[in-house]
């Protein structure tokens, strides 16, 4: 058998998939992935097949500096930058005026590479990241089936009434105007609505037997695999979706890091970890104020710094751990807490380790993911632009002294119980009928699913006496409820 993996050229998005491609190859069975020249290291770390699959201008290994990006990227990323200095709504507004370009780039030739490369690996089984819409686009046009991963927060598949873009929550310590939240969702209906004339005009030429979508951000595969873990996610949003499973989380194996490993053995103060990722870094001011609410605790504290010049964090507390990128999975096994800007990775890999979290998001699903970190009792969430050092560091002693790391221990437990590779194997390979098929009179060769488908503790420290109470009740405590979505 062979599974065939479709990525966009970025790291955080690679990961994940690729994580969950190790139930295949565990399994015995072949996998290839099918993405572009910066991220080649990381399948070849996999020990998987790559296939050069080039779906955007951009790009990020893992770190991502705006001098490193193409001609007009680079741009881009700095407007990015600037936005999230403005705030929510300013940032939001960003990436929605940027997202015809950079969702669907190419999409005529990006579709027919697509094809080109399903043709030549012949796989029984194909993963796609929700995001690669110029693949996903090639998919639909040939009638070639695919299971449809979602890696980011579920909100990135839009359902009922809701605007991709637009996020469904926020977090309470963002209170944008009325009349500013109107207008955001007025700019992304806009956006919604080209963007989906954009999916059409390609999908006539690529096959006009085909109707039009009447949302292209609300296309979903034969299979929908959500990233995420159920107990955080709207049960009423959940009713809404199309054949699915949570997967909880994709928490990937890291290679043996001897520095990272003696720290970790020299003191056993509790552990703080901080990263906002591989964009994100580039907010040195808000890195800086996290270390200056952290400075002054009885805490060891493990730092990346992403593309943040080291300089700026010279006078950090001696002992702390300060490098360019850390091993997340390995030290949030070890944390205590976690500070970060709340990217889905980083929430989910916290979870499944059962640590909680101060997050400080800045731009997309980040806000959907921080309010439900809030509402489900996991931690805190503040505005990176506006939150000073002592309301972070009040907010970490809170959260430290709280219920939030029973609440995380009972939520980690249950998703290291069932992993995520583990899942997304069992639904997709149980998906009755997955077949090379050539029998519809749109796709010359492709994949087509059958009929029947499935539908889908390290106790942490510093907690004081008392705190255990509630875990009875199991994972439960951190379910949402039913009107946790609303803002």
Known sequence: MTLLVISPDYASHLLPLATLATAWRDAGERVVVATGPATASIVDSFGYSRINLQLGRGSNPGVIR????????????????????????????FQAEARSTDLLFDPVENARRVQAVVNEVAPDQILVDHLAFGARLGLRAAGIAYADVVIGHPSALPVGDEVYGHPPAWPKAFSPSPSDVAQLRSVNEKIRDEFTRQWNAALAELNDSLPPSLDAFAEVGDLLLLNYPEALHDPERTALLSPHVFLGSAVRAEAFDREVDEWLMHESSPLVYVSFGSFLSERTDVLLRVVDALRDLPVRVALAIGSSDPVAFADVPRG???????????????????????????????????????????????????????????GEALDPNTATATELREAIVRIL???????????????????????????????????????????????????????????????????????????TIGTMPPTAHLP
């Open 320 to 378: 702390w751990l300060v490098r360019a990128y850390l091993p997340q999975v390995t030290l949030l096994q070890h944390a205590q807490l976690a500070v970060t800007h709340g990217g889905n990775n980083s929430v989910t890999e916290a979870a499944s380790a059962g640590v909680p979290m101060l997050v400080l998001p800045f731009s997309t699903d980040q806000f959907a993911g921080a309010q439900a970190v809030e509402v489900c009792g996991l």
């Open 66 to 93: 705006a001098d490193e990006q193409p001609k007009g990227e680079d741009d881009a990323l700095r407007g990015f930058f600037d936005a999230t200095r403005v705030g929510m709504i300013e940032t939001l507004r």
């Open 401 to 475: 002294s709280g219920l939030a790391p029973a609440v995380a221990r009972a939520l980690g437990a249950t998703l290291r119980f069932s992993p995520g590779p583990a899942r997304a194997y069992a639904f997709v390979t149980g998906a009755d009928g997955w077949t090379r098929a050539a029998s519809e009179p749109e796709a010359e060769a492709g994949l087509r699913l059958g009929q029947e488908q499935a539908s889908g503790p390290e106790p942490g420290s510093g907690l004081p006496s008392g705190s255990e109470s509630g875990l009875e009740q199991g994972p």
